[in-house]
């Protein structure tokens, strides 16, 4: 039975697909997106996670984990959270001993077994409402193994799946993996290389070219395009991606504006958010923005 790293599993979500769903987030992500929201998703493995409110600087964790380098923050000495990997003997100490959860662990191994249990628990409300599961992450296709067995067992028991995904992964997983999904939300980050290089240390041919195969090849494909400031937030910007996806075949496309939403996350994983201090984007400020896609023939929607 295949395996793979959670770090969470969101119930009776409206924004993932149609319905009321479950998200499976999927830790590990190939790119490192200046915005990204959930800086946890990133890496594969498990990992320590340390809040500075809920220190008491007792040093616990280090008696606990005595090869584990040590931190200072605010006068309170800690295990460093680069030091230990989450998910080791050590890490799992460090965890255990500290008597104010200040440390903590996020991911954890879970099988398809585990996962699936949990999903079926709301099949009543996917039924109801044409809801069913989404996978996420992170990038969910880096488990390709873990999502077809999983996916498997979900259409055994009538359950429909969605995957979120930025498409940064081979087109010989994609090409595999697209028809196991029912439902595909797949980014349009930009259509720059440059830029896509710049922000995300990602490569735009691959992403672009998987999206542009998903859109012939697969029957319910929605682009999502991430409207992030000081990156792809112009009209001229827009206007790129919307001639872009006319010529692929797209009819529409959902923005997703800016929120920073999950820059208290960096805090914790000990790392830099390049949009500290980025103001949020509203809809309600975006129209002209949403109008270059219509001008192009593109239903573009938040």
């Known amino acids: 039975m295949q395996s793979a790293t959670v770090f969470n599993v969101q119930k009776f979500s409206l924004n993932d697909g149609p319905g009321i769903r479950t998200v499976v987030f999927l830790k590990g992500c190939p790119l490192r997106c200046t915005w990204c929201a959930n800086p946890e998703s990133q890496m594969r493995a498990p990992q320590l996670e340390w809040k500075n409110s809920a220190c008491i600087g007792c040093g616990a964790c280090l008696k606990a984990a005595p090869g584990a380098e040590a931190a200072v923050h605010a006068n309170k000495r800690h295990v460093d959270v680069h030091s230990l990997a989450g998910d080791s003997n050590e890490g799992r100490a460090a965890v255990s001993a500290c008597p104010t959860h200040a440390l903590t662990c996020t991911g954890e191994t879970k099988t398809v077994e585990e996962v699936l249990r949990v999903c079926l628990q709301d099949k009543p409300f996917y039924e109801d409402s044409g809801g069913g599961v989404t996978l ?25 799946t969605c995957v979120e995904t930025e498409a940064h992964v081979s087109p010989k997983v994609f090409r595999h993996m697209a028809p196991l999904f029912d439902h595909m939300l797949v980014d349009l980050k930009h259509v720059d290389a440059n830029k896509i290089f710049a922000h995300t240390a990602g490569q735009a041919n691959l992403m672009l070219d998987n999206l542009r195969w998903a859109i012939a090849n697969h029957p319910d494909v929605l682009p999502r395009t991430p409207v992030i400031p000081g990156f792809n937030d112009t009209n001229q910007d827009a206007r790129a991606m919307a001639v872009w996806l006319r010529d692929a075949g797209a009819i529409r496309v959902q923005l997703l504006p800016f929120h920073n939403f999950g820059e208290n996350k960096y805090e914790l994983l000990g790392m830099d958010y390049a949009l500290r201090g980025a103001k949020n984007l509203r809809s309600e400020n975006l129209e002209e923005y949403r109008q270059v896609f219509v001008d192009e023939g593109i239903q573009a929607f938040f």
């Open 136 to 160: 996420s992450g992170g990038e969910a296709l880096v488990w390709p193994e873990f999502c077809e067995e999983l996916l498997g067992r979900l259409h055994e028991e009538g359950v429909d």
